[in-house]
Nanobody
Framework: QVQLVESGGGLVQPGGSLRLSCVIS????????IAWFRQSPGNEREFVAC??????VYSDSGKGRFTLSRDVAKNTVYLQMNSLKPEDTATYYC???????????????????WGQGTRVTVSS
């Protein structure tokens, strides 16, 4: 049984930073891909970033501001978010799956496991 538990969300002012954490338990199997998605009210869940093996992919909105990292010993993936903007306000979800092809990395329907989400609000 794979479980993903996110934390680290909160209220931050524009230009501020947050680091989200995703603790992963259980065996994903295959070649795993770990991703972050986000969803704001009235919008579809959108891709933020992911990594697979040594390949890291970012959305256009996150490139240059967001950074993925991981601590293998803690089974934890981090999303460092800098220079936050009000439009980054959303619930952020950690997701996992396995054996992706490159074109599938941004496809939320391809991910088998999801966390419960952590809320990020960027506001002054």
């Amino acid at each position: 049984q794979v479980q993903l538990v996110e934390s680290g969300g909160g209220l931050v002012q524009p230009g501020g930073s947050l680091r989200l954490s995703c603790v992963i338990s259980g065996q994903i199997g295959g070649t795993p891909t770990i991703a972050w998605f986000r969803q704001s009210p009235g919008n579809e869940r959108e891709f933020v970033a992911c990594f697979r093996v040594t390949n890291t992919v970012y959305s256009d909105s996150g490139k240059g501001r967001f950074t993925l990292s991981r601590d293998v010993a803690k089974n934890t993936v981090y999303l460092q978010m800098n220079s936050l903007k009000p439009e980054d306000t959303a619930t952020y979800y950690c997701a996992a799956g396995s054996n992706f092809r490159q074109p599938e990395l941004r496809d939320r329907g391809r991910y088998s496991y999801w966390g419960q989400g952590t809320r990020v609000t960027v506001s002054s």
